[in-house]
């Protein structure tokens, strides 16, 4: 089936070590996500890709980046994690432009902070 | 400027009635598409049903039906015969025809009791 596959689906980090987390997808969607959820909250939109274009949410923390080396995979990097990073991180994929076109979403990487 | 308000925080129903999630939405977007998604407590999102600003008819999906109000800009989730499967949080969401962003609710946390 095709899919949205987000790795690990539990990532333990510690204070100031960067930590990459990875989605692939096999919808060959040319958008791509990038969500951070705290607990009992709403999905809040970090970035997206548009094919290669990146769109950046004005506040967005410095620290979050990400990279799309292709229509696959989309990498989510967070340079020097705070307590205050500890979330789900929930990529998604959609077609573009059409309203009619609903998003994808993978399992999710749920985040700690040590 | 696109917004989705989901008003009830927490919901109960007994098991096998029906029960209603409020959505209103507003855009000055005359073609857009509202979406609803439910994410359990294991955090993946899964979509549930789609309905068009041109679609004539009330979408449904199994148990999952919208009630569709153009005029009042409200697009409610109606979840008939719930089970106890269905305990888990409900986000409304809208995309408009051009853009690639999704404007989230804050979520409905609906406990289905035996």
């Known amino acids: 089936d095709a899919m949205v596959i987000q790795n690990p689906r539990y990532q333990v980090t510690q204070f100031g070590k960067p930590v990459t987390l990875s989605c692939s997808q096999t919808?060959?969607?040319?958008?791509m996500y990038w969500y951070q959820q705290k607990s009992s909250q709403a999905p809040k939109l970090l970035f997206h890709?548009?094919?290669?274009?990146?769109?950046n949410e004005a506040d967005t923390p410095d620290n979050f980046q990400s990279r799309r080396p292709n229509t696959s995979f989309c990498f989510l990097d967070i340079r020097s994690p705070g307590l205050g990073d500890a979330a789900m991180y929930l990529c998604?994929?959609?077609?573009?432009?059409?309203?009619?076109?609903?998003?994808?979403f993978g399992d999710g990487t749920r985040l700690s902070i040590l | 400027a696109q917004k989705i308000t989901q008003t009830q925080p927490g919901m109960f129903v007994q098991e096998k009635e029906a029960v209603t999630l409020d959505c209103t939405y507003d855009?000055?977007?005359?073609?857009?598409?509202l979406f609803w998604y439910k994410q359990p407590s294991s955090g993946e999102m899964i979509f549930l049903i789609y309905?068009?600003?041109?679609?004539?008819q009330n979408a449904t999906e199994g148990r999952y039906s919208l009630n569709f109000q153009k005029a009042r800009k409200s697009a409610n989730l109606v979840i008939s015969a719930s089970q106890l499967g269905d305990s888990a949080m409900y986000f409304c969401?809208?995309?408009?025809?051009?853009?690639?962003?999704?404007?989230f609710g804050t979520g409905t946390s609906l406990t289905v009791i035996p």
């Open positions: 309905q068009g600003s041109y679609d004539q």
């Open positions: 998604a994929t959609s077609r573009e432009g059409n309203s009619n076109q609903p998003q994808h």
């Open positions: 969401a809208m995309r408009v025809s051009h853009g690639n962003q999704f404007y």
């Open positions: 890709y548009y094919d290669k274009d990146f769109n």
């Open positions: 919808l060959n969607h040319n958008v």
């Open positions: 855009t000055s977007d005359p073609s857009y598409g």
